[in-house]
């Protein structure tokens, strides 16, 4: 079955430290894979996201993530947190072959200290 | 140009009674999705329109809750009667093709 996993359900880092979020998803062919943050108060926006091509992607607000085919992983990083970066982070793989249907993670929620 | 809306942003009821919520989603974008959040669970899929057709309707829980895009613009999501299982957050977004769908802020449901 289909599905996305992401082990962390709370992550703390200082304001400055670098970031990595893991996912990783189960599915019988490469799926296009998303990263979006929900902001307090805030929807779903996208931070970025994999369809093909060069496995490494760049989003928005300095967030970056690599595919690895491999590992079945697309795990989101940044070098250097900003506390306005707490939020809460899904991982997403879709649609789905025949679909539009997206399949979440239980997402992470990142707390930053000052 | 506005993005995906939602209302209301959040409704608390009591178990039994009926709750509506609204979608709008971005103009000219055919495919209407609702999704919904549990607490602590992930997001999951409940229906996609395409124009005022559903296109998939595996993720609707029974058959309380009903999804309405009458003239394929605005979507409503009516549960009736609401249970306390109900309580989520629950998200529209819409697409125009299947490369990024765009999420709404999403209806916090509160079954008391």
């Known amino acids: 079955a289909q599905s996305v996993t992401q082990p962390d359900i709370h992550i703390t880092v200082s304001e400055g430290a670098s970031l990595e979020l893991r996912c990783n998803y189960s599915y019988g062919a490469t799926p296009y894979l998303f990263w979006y943050v929900q902001s307090p108060g805030q929807g779903l926006q996208l931070l970025l996201k994999y369809f093909s091509g060069d496995t490494l992607v760049q989003g928005i607000k300095g967030f970056e993530a690599e595919f690895k085919r491999s590992q079945s992983s697309f795990n989101l990083r940044k070098p250097s947190v900003h506390w306005s970066d707490a939020a809460e982070y899904f991982c997403a793989v879709g649609p789905l072959s025949g679909t539009y249907k997206y399949i979440f993670g239980t997402g992470t929620r990142l707390k930053v200290l000052a | 140009e506005a993005g995906v809306t939602q209302f209301p942003s959040h409704s608390v009821i009591e178990k039994g009674q009926t709750v509506t919520l609204r979608c709008d989603p971005i103009?000219?974008?055919?495919?209407l999705y609702w999704y919904r959040r549990v607490m602590g669970k992930e997001i999951k899929f409940l229906l996609h329109f395409v124009k005022e057709s559903k296109q998939d309707e595996s993720g609707m829980p029974n058959n309380r809750f009903l999804a309405e895009r009458t003239g394929g613009t605005y979507s409503t999501l009516k549960v009736q009667p609401a249970e306390l299982e109900d309580s989520g957050v629950y998200f529209c977004a819409s697409s125009q093709d299947n490369t990024e769908a765009f999420f709404g802020q999403g209806t916090r449901l509160t079954v008391v």
């Open positions: 103009s000219g974008h055919d495919n």
